[in-house]
């Protein structure tokens, strides 16, 4: 794979700032157990290692795969939530030692345990698939689609980690509500080499009358746009390229992810001349540009891309740069729109103190 400069410079800043971090925990953990001095240099290597590892295999894994790669991606993601926490189980010792007359090996070992513990919960969180409910009224919604129910899959991420038992979770899982309709807001793959069409297949299997839609979202862009989506509509999914499809009087729009300006998003909403008298649904990966959408007489917007930070505190950052439309059903003007958490993960395989979930909604 050719990497791109702006994801060069993205793996780069990461590897300094990874670098730096493992650093910082390497000098708390000597100041706080002095049994450590004399392996300081064994201890040393082994964090830097574990520093360049996440990056290490990220960057093989665009353009290999297999149990090695697979393993390696799984194992460097995992670190480095087991760094963050012991990190900031390190940092919170510093502190306590600061203000308060405490044994600090044992206050530092009590965080490491915490710190170990949320990692643990993390994972088996992770797999654990909820379904949230909803309920959307629509404007002059047909009566075709009253009490009917469809189904909103976000940020699967299959690739190295998420691969064919958890694709077969969800689809069993999406299969059991027995949806009219399934929408896939951006993100079916992780952006690794895997076997694209083989794993998107598996979505055939999805029992929905009036069809799968899908747009792509950013990690496709990394896989290869193309390659994604030649596996999706292979599946028999639909694909929704800048572009609004009628079903049943019912308008479902999609714009594929990019990095463009809000102006670019306004030309492709006016070109699809939608009926603002009629509903519709846009299906657009990232939550942004909110007004833009209202403008154009959208009803209800579905995206996904934030995860809800995936992490613990990471919801704090992503309530900030999507100016509260990270999650959950909200509303501007006449504008509906619901953010999900999405199903899969990006990363270290956790979900801290957020959930992994499939979104029943029932039109009213």
């Keep these: 794979m050719k990497f791109s400069k702006s994801l060069l410079f993205y793996l780069i800043t990461a590897q300094v700032f990874l670098l730096i971090g493992h650093w ?39 353009t290999y795969q297999g149990p090695i790669v697979r393993s390696g991606y799984f194992g460097s993601a995992v670190w480095m939530l087991v760094w963050f926490y ?97 929408f ?70 999609g714009i594929e992810y990019s990095q463009e300006a809000p102006s670019v998003l306004k030309a492709k909403l006016e070109s699809m001349n939608i009926d603002r008298n009629a509903p519709s649904i846009l299906l657009k990966h990232v939550p942004n540009y909110i007004e833009v959408a209202e403008d154009a007489g959208i009803s209800l917007q579905l995206s996904g891309h934030t995860h809800l930070g995936q992490v613990w505190p990471g919801r704090f950052v992503t309530r900030r740069v999507f100016k509260g439309f990270d999650y959950g059903l909200k509303r501007l003007g006449n504008l509906q729109v619901f953010t999900s958490s999405g199903v899969g993960t990006w990363g270290p395989p956790l979900r801290v103190f957020t959930k992994a979930e499939i979104v029943e909604i029932t039109f009213s």
Aim: proline share 4%; hydrophobic share 55%.
């Design 24 to 62: 910082l925990l390497y000098s708390l953990l000597l100041f706080f157990f002095p049994i450590l001095l004399p392996y300081k240099m064994i201890l040393w290597v082994t964090l830097t290692a574990l520093g360049m590892s996440f990056t290490f295999f990220s960057m093989v894994s665009f």
């Design 86 to 182: 012991s990190s900031l189980a390190a940092v919170s010792t510093l502190v306590i030692s600061l203000f308060f007359p405490v044994n600090v090996a044992f206050v530092g070992v009590l965080t490491l345990i915490i710190a170990f513990i949320m990692c643990i919960y993390g994972i088996i969180n992770a797999r654990i698939i909820r379904v949230t409910k909803i309920s959307v009224k629509l404007p002059n919604l047909p009566a075709f689609w009253k009490g009917k129910t469809a189904v909103m899959i976000s940020d699967i991420h299959l690739g190295h980690v998420l691969r064919y038992g958890f694709a077969g979770n969800v689809i069993a899982k999406v299969n059991q509500l027995k949806p009219g309709i399934v």
């Design 184 to 253: 896939i807001p951006g993100d079916f793959f992780d952006g690794v080499k895997t076997n694209f069409h083989d794993l998107a297949n598996l979505f055939a299997g999805i029992a929905a009358p009036h069809g799968i839609y899908y747009v792509t979202g950013n990690h496709e862009l990394i896989a290869g746009v193309e390659i994604c989506k030649e596996g999706i509509k292979k599946a028999g999914l639909y694909v929704l390229e800048d572009e609004v499809v009628d079903v049943e009087g019912l308008q479902v729009a």
